[in-house]
DNA sequence: ATGGGCATGTAAGTAGTTACATGATTTA
DNA sequence: TAAATCATGTAACTACTTACATGCCCAT
């Protein structure tokens, strides 16, 4: 199967940072680009595979037999800069939370309060790994710890502007349940 | 193809408003389900056909030669309530602007600052869309009016939080700048 | 009478996940 | 020495988009 552009964008920008091996790339890809990117392995290995046959990446027999340390090539450094100049196309939305709610009277008002709260503990427990990336990003003034922190901040405000949500949609539900009382 | 969960859960709800033609459909969706959920004819004709089949909605003939009015069946609206209940399968995260930004260093600061003024832009759009929404809804006291208002707030919320994350990471690329001017 | 919007449907292609198969190395 | 973890890779499947083919009906 063809390789996406995106997933050559994720691999050979992993690839940027630091050389390293398939397994430890999608480990990268899962704790620091985590919370706006995926990648799995069915993807990443193609993904090598096609970009090595391409000259953008250089494989190097790694300490372990059977495994390798993938490192990107000037041709792959150059290849990147163009793939990241492209205009980043606005994946279409699936929000399942957004799509309940809106159904919300055929699912209850109770169960769309659940919906919700269960949202703002998620958040909460986002917000709480944001700062905790931002206090390790404070110790690095490495070239790239700017650009990580705007994402980092990114995920942020997102996760706070669902905190904000949740808790005046809660006091909207509240407000339905008052207005429209069970008959006595 | 097999017709997923999410497409049917869509597609009873949109015909547990009020039923209507495929088309029609497809328009709902994009007009008020648009800012969180997208589903293209691809997916909604054959869900259509599988949920007739299924005797979930039913197919009655449309005043024009070739189409049909589609509408929810009782077996379809208890359907519709078991699926809105199941957990929401959060969709795996692909934001293209923040994966360009996290490799900000490879693209340039000059080319991360307009993707940040692009979506910034993008953001003002979206909400004034929702304030538009919102004024539309405050004449509506239909029942599912509360409801639709949860998401329309939850879009508002998610565009401020965007307007407010691009002014801080334009205030952090232009310190960026001042911190490591060209050499003279 | 014709062009544009309404309407239905399918085929081909794209993208991605999950599960499986395999084996090396480390650690308890 | 057994279990956990590191590591690579593929096959089958699922989901979804795009492009195309077709035709009706209304307004000009």
Same mark, same amino acid.
């Given at each position: 199967?063809?390789?996406?552009?995106?997933?050559?964008?994720?691999?050979?920008?992993?690839?940027?940072?630091?050389?390293?091996?398939?397994?430890?790339?999608?480990?990268?890809?899962?704790?620091?680009?985590?919370?706006?990117?995926?990648? $799995?392995?069915?993807? %990443?290995? @193609? &993904?090598? =595979?096609?970009?090595? *046959? /391409?000259? #953008?990446? +250089?494989?190097?027999?790694? !300490?372990?037999?059977?495994? $390798?340390?993938?490192? %990107?090539? @000037? &041709?792959? =450094?150059?290849?990147? *800069? /163009?793939? #990241?100049? +492209?205009?980043?196309?606005? !994946?279409?939305?699936?929000?399942?939370?957004?799509?309940?709610?809106?159904?919300?009277?055929?699912?209850?008002?109770?169960?769309?309060?659940?919906?919700?709260?269960? !949202?703002?503990?998620?958040?909460?427990?986002?917000?709480?790994?944001?700062?905790?990336?931002?206090?390790?990003?404070?110790?690095?003034?490495?070239?790239?710890?700017?650009?990580?922190?705007?994402?980092?901040?990114?995920?942020?405000?997102?996760?706070?502007?669902?905190?904000?949500?949740?808790?005046?949609?809660?006091?909207?539900?509240?407000?339905?349940?008052?207005?429209?009382?069970?008959?006595?």
């Amino acid at each position: 199967m063809a390789v996406s552009e995106q997933t050559r964008m994720a691999v050979l920008g992993g690839l940027s940072i630091t050389p390293m091996t398939g397994y430890a790339l999608r480990e990268q890809i899962r704790d620091t680009l985590g919370h706006f990117w995926a990648e $799995s392995f069915g993807q %990443i290995y @193609p &993904a090598l =595979s096609a970009l090595e *046959r /391409e000259g #953008l990446i +250089e494989r190097q027999p790694a !300490a372990r037999a059977g495994s $390798s340390t993938f490192a %990107i090539t @000037p &041709a792959g =450094s150059i290849r990147l *800069r /163009e793939l #990241l100049s +492209e205009a980043p196309q606005p !994946a279409q939305p699936r929000n399942g939370l957004l799509l309940r709610l809106f159904f919300g009277r055929q699912l209850g008002e109770a169960a769309c309060r659940a919906l919700v709260q269960d !949202a703002r503990a998620r958040a909460e427990t986002d917000l709480a790994r944001m700062r905790g990336l931002r206090a390790e990003l404070r110790g690095d003034i490495g070239p790239d710890a700017p650009f990580i922190l705007l994402t980092v901040l990114a995920g942020e405000h997102s996760a706070r502007a669902s905190i904000a949500w949740a808790e005046e949609a809660t006091r909207l539900l509240d407000g339905l349940v008052a207005a429209e009382p069970e008959p006595s």
